[in-house]
């Protein structure tokens, strides 16, 4: 089993979103990543990163407000479907698409991948239907509304750890906070061990050591929940890959390279 990391473009935030109460007003070139799982029964994507819309017409797609609030940025090789053809994965041979949540940075290529059965909160889904008006803003649903997704729905709680692929390789935890249907993957790699893709469970290393929260959450008490989870699985020695962290992505390998 291999992981693969990637940047899919990036987004220019006012730090005191991904630290509450710390930094305002200094701005922060946030990395998109997505992952690649590659396993014995079949290849998996954790998040697919940002739309390819983004390339050509990123104003028409996220509209003026977002696009001047966020200035996103995304080169036609970083959209996901290019970054995995350099690797000669095309679209069909990925075997399951796990969506940490559906916000509009994290879905842009679930569309893309005709065979993949999308594993996703039901939680997650109903709220990205249904959100207050101050986070529907975040869920684009020309990324994930589309008829010939094959979604399959995991029941929070009920189903948590959910394991992709029955081996414990490949296990999804709920970690509900940052929206109602966050979900984190915990990998057991052969050599590596455990590692966690946090997705936005935690933004950087201050959300996960220093008692920060992150600035943009669904629920504060839920994501206190969820960091203090992860925090005991790296203090029994799994990895935490956390994506979004500017200082803490440059030093992770990215692909071709990659951790088994």
């Avoid at 509209?63 to 290019?82: I, Q, R, S």
């Avoid at 997704?149 to 948590?160: H, S, T």
């Avoid at 946090?198 to 050591?209: I, Q």
């Avoid at 925090?231 to 799994?238: D, N, Y």
Wanted: hydrophobic residues 35%; glycine residues 8%; proline residues 6%.
């Amino acid at each position: 089993m291999k992981l693969y990391c990637f940047e899919s473009g990036h987004l220019v935030m006012d730090k005191s979103m991904l630290t509450a109460g710390r930094g305002m007003g200094t701005m922060l070139t946030i990395p998109i990543p997505f992952f690649l799982i590659q396993h014995p029964k079949g290849n998996l994507l954790y998040d697919t990163g940002m739309p390819k819309e983004l390339v050509t017409d990123a104003r028409r797609y996220w509209g003026d407000a977002l696009v001047d609030f966020t200035k996103p940025a995304l080169k036609k090789e970083e959209y996901c479907v290019n970054h995995l053809a350099k690797l000669g994965i095309k679209p069909e041979d990925i075997s399951y698409v796990v969506q940490s949540h559906l916000h509009l940075d994290h879905t842009g290529g679930v569309m893309d991948f005709p065979k993949a059965t999308v594993l996703v909160q039901r939680k997650e889904m109903e709220w990205a239907y249904t959100a207050d008006p101050s986070m529907k803003f975040i869920y684009m649903r020309g990324d994930f509304d589309h008829a010939h997704i094959k979604y399959r729905y995991i029941e929070g709680w009920n189903q948590n750890p959910f394991d992709v692929f029955g081996d414990g390789s490949v296990q999804i935890l709920f970690t509900p906070g940052h929206s109602p249907g966050h979900q984190t993957l915990l990998l057991n790699l052969p050599k590596s061990g455990r590692v966690l893709l946090t997705g936005d469970a935690c933004y950087t290393t201050e959300n996960l050591e220093e008692e920060v929260m992150p600035g943009v959450v669904w629920s504060l008490e839920e994501t206190r929940k969820s960091i203090e989870m992860i925090r005991h699985l790296k203090a029994t020695g799994a990895t935490i890959l956390i994506g979004h962290d500017p200082d803490l992505w440059p030093t992770y390998k990215k692909a071709p390279e990659f951790y088994e």
